[in-house]
């Protein structure tokens, strides 16, 4: 397994943010999908989502989440690409409630 660009995850910040959870409880669930499909399921699911309708969220989560899960080692995305999946940095576990446990190697960090 090799090495997470960031020691740790800054849960205060990082995935405390609801939407940030959502979808990486969706694409933990999922595998890879295209951007836009993950933005109509954000949209869809249910538990005080911030967007209203998939435009907004395509855009929020190529200029916002995708570039910070992705600094953080945490989803694989490049700005242009249209698919999006969990790292295999990390093993990440999500439950209904979109509680989300990432591990880098021995270190877990949760929200």
Same mark, same amino acid.
């Given at each position: 397994?090799?090495?997470?660009?960031?020691?740790?995850?800054?849960?205060?910040?990082?995935?405390?943010?609801?939407?940030?959870?959502?979808?990486?409880?969706?694409?933990?669930?999922?595998?890879?999908?295209?951007?836009?499909?993950?933005? &109509?399921?954000?949209?869809?699911?249910?538990?005080?989502?911030?967007?209203?309708?998939?435009?907004?969220?395509?855009?929020?989560?190529?200029?916002?989440?995708?570039?910070?899960?992705?600094?953080?080692?945490?989803?694989?995305? &490049?700005?242009?690409?249209?698919?999006?999946?969990?790292?295999?940095?990390?093993?990440?576990?999500?439950?209904?409630?979109?509680?989300?446990?990432?591990?880098?190697?021995?270190?877990?960090?949760?929200?």
């Amino acid at each position: 397994m090799s090495s997470p660009r960031w020691p740790a995850v800054d849960s205060s910040e990082l995935l405390t943010h609801g939407d940030r959870r959502r979808l990486c409880s969706i694409l933990a669930a999922s595998g890879s999908l295209p951007i836009s499909v993950l933005a &109509e399921r954000l949209v869809d699911r249910a538990g005080g989502s911030t967007f209203d309708d998939p435009t907004a969220a395509r855009i929020a989560l190529r200029h916002n989440h995708l570039p910070r899960l992705r600094d953080r080692g945490i989803v694989d995305y &490049e700005p242009g690409d249209e698919f999006v999946s969990i790292t295999d940095q990390v093993t990440f576990e999500a439950d209904d409630a979109d509680l989300v446990t990432v591990v880098y190697g021995s270190h877990v960090a949760g929200a």
